[in-house]
Each structure stands twice: as C-alpha cells, then as structure tokens.
C-alpha cells in the first residue's frame, strides 16, 4: 500500500467506518503523504528562495510515473499550471484523492462502502473494516517508535510527522499511557529527523506547515459560520 492509504487507513475508524478527525483534516493529512512519498521516491524537491522574503515552493524533479496510478496522477496534478506554493500543490493533489483511495481500499476487500442517509435524506458513506491486520501492523510500528523508542523506518517517521501536523496522534494511538502532550513532544522531535532522505524531509516540513494552516483556516471558517 503507499503511504496515502496508511494514513486514511489509520483516520477512519475501523467500527463505524466513519473519519476519527475532520474532513478538512483528514483529507490533507492523506494529501500530505502523497506529496512525502513522491519526494522520497526522488520526483519532488522542496525549494526555498533566498534573500529577505524567501517562500519555498514544491517543484517536480522527476517526471517518471512510478507505476501506481494515484501517485502518477498526483505528480501529474503537481507538475501541472498553477502555483508551485506548498498549500497549492496540496489543494491540487487532495481533489477527488480520499474517495479514489477509498474505491481502492475497498475493491480490495480492506473495506466495506456503507451508504446511508442522514435525516433521511442526504446521502452518505462510511467505510468500516473488513480485514484490518495492515493497518494494526502500521499501528503497531507507530507504537514502537513513539512510545517504547524503536528507531523508525522513512516511511514511520513521515507517517508521525503528517499525523501531529493534523493533531490526529492521540486517537491514532489511543491507551499509551502517556500524555498527550509527552506524545506530541515525541513526534515532533522524531519528524525532525530523518524522515526519507533530504528532499523527503524538506517537503514534509513544506507540507507540515501548509496542513497546519489549512487546519486553521477551516477552524476559522467553521468558527465564524456557526457565530
């Protein structure tokens, strides 16, 4: 599975098949670890300008399909016109990504679609699980590392960096016995290190900072909608 399944896998809560965070949050957070992977895989670079006002941009490297039809798509979705900013970048890839992966995961048999309707009336979907033992050994990995001081893969290390930059750890991994905000500490000094490689670690750290303001702006939208 890429990395992008991991984390949808890891936000939908396997009972009720319904996302353990926001949809917002959610989706970047799936976003994000397409854009992490494709910098691992060597196709993307994260870019700062210098001089006084310097702005890192999101720039294909690479063009090379990789041979898995999200992650081509997405760098095509990345190379294509518009802004190189990192929320750019991530705005493009996100569109449509949660319910093909979700079709994915399902054809696969990892899921189940249940359609519904709320009130009767609006159509919905929740997507509880049918064989759960991937995302239990990816949960099991994340509890290593942060939690009894195994020292992570790539892939672990970028899965925890995109998971805190959407506050999402604390239900991932519920009953550590640690405090939330000891948990925190740890995966933010775990994302700072190596998390794939150079590039890998620029672009997640680009992404990190986009997701954090992407969260905050439907915060903000939420917040003055209901006021």
Avoid at 67 to 93: Q, Y
Avoid at 176 to 182: A, D
Wanted: glycine share 10%; proline share 5%.
């Amino acid at each position: 599975m890429i990395a992008a399944e991991d984390v949808l896998l890891l936000l939908t809560d396997d009972a009720t098949g319904k996302p353990l965070v926001d949809g917002t949050r959610r989706d970047i957070a799936v976003a994000g670890a397409v854009i992490a992977q494709l910098a691992t895989e060597g196709r993307l670079d994260a870019v700062t300008s210098s001089g006084l006002f310097s702005r890192t941009t999101l720039r294909v490297v690479d063009a090379t399909p990789l041979g898995d039809e999200v992650l081509d798509e997405a760098l095509r979705r990345a190379a294509g016109p518009g802004s190189a900013s990192p929320t750019a970048v991530l705005d493009r890839i996100r569109k449509g990504l949660r319910e093909r992966l979700y079709d994915r995961l399902a054809a696969r048999g990892v899921l189940r679609a249940d359609e519904g309707r709320v009130l009767g009336i609006f159509p919905t979907t929740t997507w509880p699980a049918v064989d759960s033992a991937h995302e239990a050994q990816v949960r099991r990995g994340l509890h290593d590392v942060l939690v009894t001081g195994r020292a992570p893969t790539p892939r672990e290390a970028s899965l925890v960096a995109l998971l805190a930059a959407v506050d999402a750890l604390p239900k991932v991994l519920p009953g550590t016995g640690l405090p939330n905000r000891e948990l925190k500490a740890r995966a933010k000094r775990l994302a700072a290190g190596d998390v794939g490689g150079e590039a890998a670690r620029k672009a997640v750290e680009a992404v990190q900072s986009a997701m954090i303001a992407a969260v905050a702006a439907g915060g903000a939208a939420a917040a003055a909608s209901s006021g």
